[in-house]
């Protein structure tokens, strides 16, 4: 299975498991390594969300980076927009290996991280901004050239 279809194997299970918030998460997947992304409400969303990772036919090892947070609307909304915004950027054959951290708050995204170059850092700038309830980007992100 290609990258692409493990991911999308992974967020139709994650969807399918009534714990979980499948518009909160965002996979990463790498070679069969896929990183979770993204804000739940319970360290119970968090153990589903990563053992129902683990369970897809093509997942090697999952590295659960999902943060735990009390979610009221406000939360809930923030953290659908970072699983957007951070689906968007990996969809992006030039940067769909880039370790990124994405943080968002009331339209806000921050990002953080490495990129190839500086042409990267923009294009993943104005990916950002594209994303539904993106309102502004803090551009965080370092370029290795």
């Not at 918030?21 to 896929?34: F, L, P, T, W, Y």
């Not at 992006?92 to 991280?113: E, I, K, S, Y």
């Amino acid at each position: 299975m290609s990258d692409t279809e493990v991911q999308r194997a992974i967020m139709q299970a994650l969807a399918d498991n009534p714990h979980v918030h499948a518009d909160e998460i965002a996979a990463q997947v790498n070679a069969g390594d896929v990183v979770l992304h993204g804000t739940v409400g319970s360290p119970l969303q968090r153990d589903e969300a990563a053992t129902t990772a683990e369970a897809v036919p093509g997942v090697r090892h999952v590295d659960d980076q999902l943060r735990v947070r009390f979610m009221d609307s406000d939360r809930r909304a923030d953290a659908a927009t970072q699983a957007a915004v951070v689906d968007a950027l990996t969809a992006d054959p030039d940067l769909h290996t880039a370790f990124l951290d994405v943080a968002t708050r009331g339209g806000t995204v921050t990002l953080r991280g490495v990129v190839e170059n500086a042409e990267l850092r923009g294009k993943a700038a104005a990916i950002a901004f594209s994303v539904p309830g993106v309102d502004e980007v803090h551009n965080r992100l370092e370029s290795a050239r």
